[in-house]
């Protein structure tokens, strides 16, 4: 029989493992807390567990580890974590420091097969979905080099289209016995697959990100295919439902393309579409790379859209490009090392 990861299991997982191998359930409590709290990787440093059981654990049983094969700091401090799969394929996790507010962006699956036109992760199609135990063991690997207040899912692949990983993932990162992140400091983000946001508002406690990117349909379905299948209004309706954590909103992200949707009439819209959602919005100037034709708005248009944004009482940062010297920022990740 194969032997499972322990760091596949949620705690309820793991209780249910280990009393279907005949143990008590409290002892999952006990392991839990060596997996995360103080990142064991061998069963033998779990000193305050019999030998008898670890033995057991050991027999049908592994626990499964990321190490950085690849790690590059960015002049301005951000780090990006290059980690090498099991079966050869790669993925990517960005550290970006805040005043001590370390976040962590986590990939939930080695590329993506949304295809937003002026993603460069999207361009490559989607290789694999991550497991739970690739999940996690990202954020256990970066733990061992920084300290990480926010997570995000915001690298490569779209989270909503792996939730059988993810939600055990987001358990795990807000368990108080796991992790213990709490379910303010995470944040999944997602291109708007409907029912899945939904679903993932059923099965966990967790902020949510929007990727919405335009204000009429017609360019949103130019430039992400989603929208074809869930146009603006049933989008919006979802966010709307969306049971975030209290005293949270929701983060709408919108990447600044030249000419396209940086004009001050896409302003205007972008105010009334979410003027009944409880949200604050991220722009990102779109970030250049080889092979896309879109181009980065002027900063004149930055500042337009921003200003007309603030002058609405909408909450508004716009995000400075971090890490595009080691081509860390949004967009930016391709599960290699550059050419
Ligand atoms: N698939 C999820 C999460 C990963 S993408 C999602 O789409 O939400 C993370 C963010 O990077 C998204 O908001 C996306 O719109 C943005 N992004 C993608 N390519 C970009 C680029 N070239 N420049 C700036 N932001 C980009
Ligand atoms: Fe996938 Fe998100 Fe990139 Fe779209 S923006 S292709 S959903 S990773």
């Not at 005043?99 to 699956?109: A, F, H, K, P, V």
């Not at 733990?143 to 792996?162: H, S, Y």
């Not at 400091?185 to 708007?192: A, E, I, L, R």
């Not at 990727?211 to 709307?240: F, G, H, W």
Request: hydrophobic share 40%; aromatic share 8%.
């Amino acid at each position: 029989m194969e032997k499972k990861d322990l760091k596949n299991f949620t705690l309820a997982g793991l209780e249910a493992y280990i009393s279907g191998l005949g143990k008590e359930r409290f002892r999952a409590k006990q392991i839990f807390k060596w997996l995360y709290q103080m990142d064991a990787t061998g069963f033998s440093q779990m000193t305050n567990v019999s030998k008898e059981f670890r033995s057991a654990l050991e027999e049908s049983a592994v626990i499964s580890n990321l190490e950085p094969e690849v790690v590059e700091a960015s002049q301005d401090g951000t780090r990006k974590y290059l980690f090498r799969l099991e079966d050869g394929a790669a993925v990517e996790s960005v550290l970006i420091p805040d005043e001590g507010r370390n976040t962590l962006c986590i990939s939930s699956q080695v590329g993506c097969a949304m295809g937003c036109a002026f993603c460069l992760t999207g361009s490559f199609g989607l290789s694999r979905n991550l497991s739970t135990a690739e999940i996690v063991n990202q954020v256990c690997a970066v733990k061992r080099d920084q300290p990480v207040r926010n997570i995000v899912f915001m690298g490569m692949g779209e989270p909503l289209a792996n939730l059988s990983a993810v939600i055990p993932a987001v358990q795990i990162l807000t368990d108080p016995d796991g992790f213990q992140f709490s379910t303010r400091k995470v944040t999944v983000s997602t291109c708007g697959l409907v029912p899945e946001m939904a679903e993932l508002g059923r099965g966990v406690t967790v902020n949510l990100a929007l990727s919405l990117n335009a204000t009429t349909d017609e360019v949103r379905s130019q430039i992400m295919p989603v929208n074809r299948r869930y146009p603006l209004q049933q989008l919006l309706a979802a966010c709307k439902a969306f049971p975030l954590p209290s005293r949270r909103w929701i983060t709408i992200e919108y990447v600044l393309i030249r000419y396209l949707n940086d004009t001050l009439e896409d302003a205007k819209r972008l105010v009334r579409l979410i003027s009944n959602i409880p949200s604050k919005v991220n722009l990102i100037p779109f970030n250049e790379h080889a092979g896309c034709a879109f181009r980065s708005p002027t900063q004149e248009a930055i500042d337009r859209f921003h200003k007309y944004l603030l002058d609405k009482n909408v909450t508004v940062i716009t995000r400075s490009s971090r890490g595009s010297d080691i081509s860390a920022a949004c967009g930016q990740l391709k599960g290699r090392l550059d050419d």
